[in-house]
């Protein structure tokens, strides 16, 4: 369902005039109208929306507004990010069945005077896919072969994968599945890649391009990759290895889609490997050693007796992410943190037994309901958003159901062990339709996550409009050795601004802007894929200390601009 028009009396009416009964029927609705789920689950979610928003609505009403008391029924649940997914434009859009055809559109386009533009399983912000400068979109879905060299004494094992190969199942492309995703057939063979991001639909060639990265500074992606092969922006095929030392080798893994097609890459394999981890949820303040009580990390401070700053917590756990829920009156901080182990449990002699990470509780045997009941509260929050006590006490409330503090201390931590494939990933499971979510993600040296922290905790407690209905994620990712990655030149700690894309209300790149404001002066590099400030380019030459050199090979690369695409450039 589309935003509501500007003049909608949930737009037009000041805070204290809502009326809340119209929430309701605006996401019922919205629910009904939504696509490809079962009707059954609708109706089921339904009710439990109506039960837990009737009451809602009745303490929002003006009057009550104003003197806001009693308490809600709750249930748990608990949302979890995704990234906003761009739908493809009704341009023209190829399936070459091969590199030759690849080779044949890009020449055809060099004739013709056209632009091309690759397209994956649209994981970037819509506009940093296509836009109406493109003449040719294409989809390289039917480049997904998959040769593995398998390891010898003397070297290690290796995979050279199509760029439009799914890194595991894409549930929005019915020609994806798990049997023919990169992941799946490495992990059958015996062998791993030591990182991945929390999601993993996308495509090895959009991954790579983009400059993304999993959430360790143990372990990089980039590190085992060893081969790049493009089509060149002239219809050519160009090879890099990074053992032949060519230095435009390192140019060309982090290239936006500016170089050409890229076709296939090699990536160097590890044996495959469990990981084994927890998870807590624990208010922000006080530092402390039971989660129950207080954070296991100092997230504002350098770090205290046996409770580390978030820069050592990040440095010190092969795998983590934070997740911090800074609404007045929440506050709250999930810490997820984990480590590879062996397959084999050296104390039983056999594989380990396996403890789903879970983020969701399922209802009626599914997550969708769990998913539409926190797109509805949400949703609600979103509409019935106000700067004053009613509004915060509502806020903490429903977003403490989804963040419910961790009991028992550390013995009542979640607990989860299974394949590195399946948990490294641990946002999978949502719907990027149900829960979509856009992101600006600003990467910073990793030295100054405290100040960063302390900055971000000024802006929430100064900036209402800031805060908005979701949560700030933060993680770090190990150095880069590709020129235009947001790690080229040191380890960094990533912090994702999230808007939750199915608000009613709002607008991403509004609500973004007071993040880029507070750290402009820190020099702060973006994601590639994600919401950049349209100004970003201005000083982006100096962020990037290869700039002057990638372009070069880039004027190199695709010397007609076949591959010109505003929305990168603009950033360039």
């Not at 090699?266 to 954070?295: A, K, M, R, W, Y």
């Not at 409330?397 to 590195?420: H, R, V």
């Not at 982006?540 to 880039?554: F, I, L, S, T």
């Amino acid at each position: 369902m589309a935003p509501l028009s500007r003049d909608n009396p949930l737009c037009t009416a000041p805070p204290s005039e809502r009326d809340p009964s119209l929430v309701l029927e605006v996401i019922k609705e919205d629910i009904l109208d939504f696509p490809n789920k079962d009707k059954d689950q609708k109706v089921q979610s339904l009710k439990l929306i109506e039960e837990l928003l009737n009451p809602i609505c009745s303490q929002l009403t003006p009057k009550a507004r104003a003197s806001p008391s009693g308490s809600l029924t709750r249930t748990h649940t608990q949302p979890r990010q995704v990234l906003a997914r761009g739908p493809e434009e009704a341009l023209n859009i190829e399936y070459p069945a091969n590199e030759a055809a690849v080779q044949q559109l890009i020449r055809s386009a060099v004739i013709n005077g056209r632009t091309v533009r690759v397209i994956g399983s649209g994981h970037s912000v819509a506009t940093a896919i296509s836009d109406p400068t493109t003449s040719v979109l294409i989809n390289i879905k039917n480049l997904r072969d998959i040769q593995i060299t398998p390891a010898t004494t003397s070297a290690k094992a290796q995979v050279t994968v199509g760029g439009g190969c799914h890194l595991g199942r894409d549930p929005e492309d019915p020609d994806s599945t798990l049997q023919n995703s990169l992941l799946n057939t490495i992990n059958a063979a015996g062998y791993a890649l030591p990182d991945l991001g929390g999601i993993t639909h996308q495509t090895v060639a959009g991954f790579l391009s983009t400059g993304s990265a999993g959430g360790s500074l143990a372990d990089g992606l980039h590190d085992n990759v060893i081969a790049l092969r493009f089509v060149n922006g002239l219809g050519e095929i160009v090879e890099y290895t990074k053992a032949s030392n060519n230095p435009e080798f390192f140019a060309a893994g982090v290239a936006m889609g500016l170089f050409g097609v890229l076709t296939s890459v090699t990536f160097t394999l590890v044996e495959n490997f469990f990981i084994q981890g927890t998870q807590t949820i624990s208010p922000l303040l006080p530092p402390s050693t039971n989660p129950t009580e207080g954070c296991p990390i100092d997230v504002l401070g350098p770090g205290k007796d046996d409770i580390p700053s978030l820069q050592a917590h990040l440095m010190q756990n092969q795998f983590t992410r934070v997740i911090w829920w800074p609404q007045e009156g929440l506050n709250r901080l999930t810490v997820w943190k984990a480590q590879q182990i062996p397959v084999i449990n050296p104390a039983t002699g056999e594989e380990w037994q396996i403890k789903e990470y879970e983020e969701l509780p399922r209802i009626f045997g599914s997550s969708i309901p769990t998913q539409l009941i926190a797109r509805v509260m949400l949703q609600a929050l979103n509409l019935l958003e106000a700067d004053d006590a009613a509004y915060k006490e509502l806020a903490a409330l429903l977003l403490g159901l989804f963040n419910p503090i961790t009991q028992g201390g550390e013995d009542g931590a979640q607990k989860f062990c299974d394949w590195w494939w399946r948990a490294l990933p641990m946002d999978n499971e949502i719907s990027d339709t149900i829960m979509p979510v856009s992101f600006t993600e600003l990467w910073f040296p990793i030295d100054q996550t405290e100040g960063i922290m302390n900055e971000l905790n000024v802006l929430f407690t100064t900036d209402f409009a800031a805060v908005g209905n979701f949560f700030t994620e933060v993680y770090a990712a190990r150095e880069s050795p590709f020129w235009m990655s947001p790690s080229y030149g040191g380890n960094k700690v990533r912090v994702d601004a999230t808007w939750f894309t199915a608000n009613k209300k709002g607008d991403p790149a509004e609500f973004f802007k007071p993040y880029w404001s507070t750290f402009e002066k820190r020099g702060y590099k973006c994601h590639w894929g994600k919401y950049t400030p349209d100004d970003y380019g201005v000083g982006v030459k100096g962020r990037y200390q290869k700039y002057d050199e990638w372009m070069k090979v880039r004027e190199k690369m695709d010397p007609k601009q076949v591959s010109t695409f505003t929305h990168t450039l603009q950033s360039l």
